[in-house]
């Protein structure tokens, strides 16, 4: 699949996309949202490339969703390929995290809900996710790829109101290791980038074959400046797993039905994945072009 830049914007700020999905925050409890927040394939190339052709008849850019349980690398691999189509990588949690950082009253209620590892109400989610399309639109973007939205059944289908996904990306990895790997995340508080001190290497035996994820390190200036995210505690980490299950099947269901969806099973380290991940995705590597940052 060629990586080229495309005027998805053309489309979206057209209104008509963004204009729905405004539509959509408003109706689902704009009054409740004034008040509180003002502020929610199977593996067959065939259908990714009818996808690619249905995204170009659309003259617009890649819109992808990523899906996957907590810790399982959404968002490295989402950055890795939102880098390589030219398109923004739109994480929720980033937005959630901005917003419980950046308000007061609504930030609180927001952190409160976040630091018990529950899910964010779809009116919450959906009106950062416009209002993060919307500075996107005013700079021109084109296409997108969400990460660890949606989680519900009910944001796949208001998504599906607003606008075409061409391929759900599913990534899936053993729940022993992903409790390892959301143990081991910390954040650099200067810079904001992720990192992974976990170093997996687990023999077969309990839940499936050996698996190596050896740890992300940052580099020497960020070592004093390394946080954990509040939420990622063993007891919170289980209790995100179990919700994230019983709401992620009924999205995984609702883009299988479309021929959307793209299973991939984590294989280990990003060395590992991140070529298998391509090959699985029908893309080949070349140099990408930076995109420019919305925050
Ligand atoms: N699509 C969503 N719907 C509802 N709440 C969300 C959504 N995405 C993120 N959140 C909220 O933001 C928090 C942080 O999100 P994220 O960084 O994706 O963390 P995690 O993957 O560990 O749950 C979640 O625990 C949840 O409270």
Known sequence: MATRIYGWLAGLTASSALQRLRNQTQSRGGAALAVAWEVELQQEVPSLVAAEEGRQAAGRGTQWVFLGCPGVGKGTYATRLASLLHVPHIAMGDLVRQEIDHSTFQGIQLANAVNKGKLLPDEVVLSLLLKRLERGAACG???????????????????????????????????????????????????????????????????????????????????????????????????????????????????????????????????????????????????????????
């Open 141 to 295: 973007e084109s296409g997108f790829i969400l990460d660890g939205f949606p989680r519900t059944i009910s944001q796949a289908k208001i998504l599906d109101q607003v606008t075409d996904i061409d391929l759900a990306v599913n990534l899936r990895l053993r729940n022993d290791v992903l409790i390892s790997k959301c143990l081991g995340r910390r954040i650099c508080v200067n810079c904001g980038k992720n990192f992974n001190l976990a170093d997996i290497n687990e023999e077969s035996g309990g839940e499936g074959s050996r698996i190596i994820m050896p740890p992300i390190l940052p580099p020497q200036a960020c070592l004093s400046k390394m946080i954990s995210r509040r939420n990622d505690t063993e007891e919170v980490i289980k209790d995100r797993l179990q919700v994230f299950a019983s709401e992620n099947e009924p999205v995984e269901d609702f883009y299988q039905k479309q021929g959307k969806l793209l299973d991939f099973d984590v294989p280990g380290g990003i060395p590992e994945t991140w070529p298998r991940l391509l090959a699985a995705l029908g893309l080949e590597e070349k140099e990408s072009m930076p995109h420019k940052l919305v925050t």
